[in-house]
């Protein structure tokens, strides 16, 4: 029997879901509230790991694309003290593929494929336990009805609410992003700083880390530890107030790192959520959760990696595994939580030794990760 299934969102994790299903021969509708493909930018680069993001394009059957598209050289990594030390300078073997890079609309891309999404289908509301099944609310005034309901939506998902009462709380950590384009020739001297793929300069309670994408497109992310409201006096759409800001809060630091944030075009404030870390809720006939929308985590590599795997582990054990279908959700659900509590405790530990007033402790904890 095939079960009337939907997964809501079409980031990586809802996507190699859904595209590990179509491979099986398996219907899915794929509910996206952005209107097109291009509707938004999806942000940096990914590293997909071996054991989880990698396993789950090998499920998809996409390894080899993802091979000729990602870069195995973003792996390299560089630090540097405030004053422009160079204190440690990490480059991949030439036949590490442990963690490669891939833009996300490069991953996007591949994993749309054949794939039929619903884009503009904005959900406001699951509701279990209706006569006709999971019913799904959107935001147009339509609604369907499925057996089963994947929330794949994200840190603010509209399905979580149909599970678990837990709501996103902000870490004290803020992210504020600017980009660089062009690099290699627009800024020659930041290229070779930031080389094949990422450069971290860490203070205290404060960082600038630069990362690179293809096309000569580079991210430049400024953390800091501050209260949700530190921008209350200042205009987040004036792009020259926030990079004055932002030098002051860097004040004393080398040029090459102030230069990240000197030459950054538009800025965008992005302010650190995570769930508690052991999320977990009462199994719902009908509605289960994965990636961000399932356990919120610091941003350090992590959650797109568990969402890929999640939706591929689900996606096979429905195409291949009990008829029941609650069966096949319990077992998931028990499986995900288990990992992903792990992870959740090594990245919320992290961004404490990131963004810390020790900023030995970044360096401490980049020692440990890193191949001697």
Known sequence: MRHRIAVVGGGPGGLTFARVLHRHGYPVAVLERDPAPDARPLGGTLDLHEGLGQFALDKAGLRAEFQALSRPEGQAMRILDTDGTVLRDWRPRPDDRANPEIDR??????????????????????????RGGVLVQFADGREETFDLVVGADGAWSRVRPAVSPATPHYTGVTFVETSLDDVDTRHPDLARLIGDGSVGVYGVNRALVAQRNSGGHVKVYAQFRAPLDWHANLDLADVEAVRSNLLVLFDGWADPALDLVRHGSAFVHRPLYVLPVSHTWAHTSGVTLLGDAAHLMPPLGAGANLAMREGAELAESI????????EVVRA?????????????????AGLERLVSPDPAEALALFDQVQPS
């Open 319 to 326: 195409a291949t595994g009990s008829e029941d279908l609650d």
């Open 105 to 130: 609309g490069q991953l996007r891309d591949l994993l749309l494929g054949p794939l039929d999404v619903q884009w503009g289908r904005g959900v406001t509301q699951v509701v279990p336990g209706t």
């Open 332 to 348: 998931f659900e028990e499986q995900m939580w288990e990992r992903a509590g792990r992870w959740a405790a090594i990245t919320t």
